[in-house]
């Protein structure tokens, strides 16, 4: 059992290759139906999460919070599907929303430019010049977006356990190695890298719920401990959003006690470590 993200441009081949996996691993695929069921759960409109996965931060900016709030609507949404295990998601942004998960196997599907402005005329009706420049554009937005969110470039090989390139080797031979590699030790969900996935699950979850009061907080998780930790100095906590945060947070199921960190100010004006608030 473990969870497989396919990362992959337009046109290349990468989503016939994620349902054909999973297909044969019998396990279930998803990708753009995490964008309805988060705009469904959190009442965002469709379009606006498609942007935040698909389009540079930039155009997140528009709304207060944005970025920090639809991209932790997503996460929380595909993290409580990778819980179940027995996962293929396919799509932008996967290896990032699963970092720190062992069991999670990271895939990489390019194509040849021109087999793809093939398919693209094909598809869209359109002449090969328009054809390159919607992908050259494309590849280049989702290139943008990752540095801009995470400061990694999506071209990185080292991102992936595996970089598949479809032109000699076809879909079929891709779906081989890939449900091959995936069956290795190193990718089989154990007690502890469950306990892992459901502790980053429940601190999503309860970033998601704080979203509207401390957007830029971060929540770690372990056993249903919860710390929020603020970046700021505890001079500039107000207490209104303390026991906002605790209120909310100590109400989600499964959290059983809740701790808030802040960076004080020392009397020089430099910042000491984290410290716990009361």
């Known amino acids: 059992m473990s969870i497989i993200t396919i990362s992959r441009g337009s046109y290349s081949r990468g989503k016939e290759i994620a349902e054909k996996v999973a297909e044969k691993m019998q396990y279930k695929c998803i990708s753009r139906d995490i964008l309805l069921e988060s705009s469904k759960e959190f009442d965002i409109p469709e379009v606006k999460l498609v942007r935040a996965l698909h389009d540079s931060p930039s155009v997140l900016e528009r709304f207060m919070h944005g970025k920090e709030r639809y991209l932790a609507h997503i996460r929380s949404s595909l993290l409580q599907h990778a819980q179940k295990d027995n996962l293929v998601y396919h799509g932008l942004a996967g290896q990032y929303f699963l970092l720190g998960i062992p ?6 599907i390019t194509a040849d430019m021109e087999d793809r ?59 081989d190695f890939i449900c091959s590699a995936v069956q290795k030790d190193a990718f089989k969900t154990t007690t502890e890298s469950q306990q892992i996935i459901d502790n980053i699950a429940t601190a999503a979850y309860v970033k998601v719920e704080l979203i509207g009061v401390a957007p830029h907080a971060n929540i770690v998780c372990n056993d249903g401990h919860i710390t929020v930790h603020f970046s700021k100095p505890v001079s500039s906590l107000k207490t209104k959003i303390v026991a906002q945060v605790k209120s909310i947070a100590t109400n989600i199921d499964g959290v059983k006690d809740v701790t808030i960190l802040g960076v004080p100010e020392s009397p020089h004006g430099k910042v000491n470590p984290f410290h716990n608030i009361e």
């Not at 069991?103 to 990489?108: A, E, P, Q, S, W």
């Open 117 to 175: 402005v093939r398919e693209e005329c094909k598809r869209e009706n359109i002449c090969e010049d328009e054809a390159r420049y919607i992908l050259q554009k494309d590849d280049e937005e989702r290139r943008k977006w990752g540095l801009q969110v995470y400061g990694i470039d999506t071209w990185d090989s080292r991102l992936y356990d595996m970089v598949i390139h479809i032109g000699s080797l076809s879909v079929d031979d891709a779906v």
């Open 103 to 108: 069991h999670v196997f990271k895939v990489r």
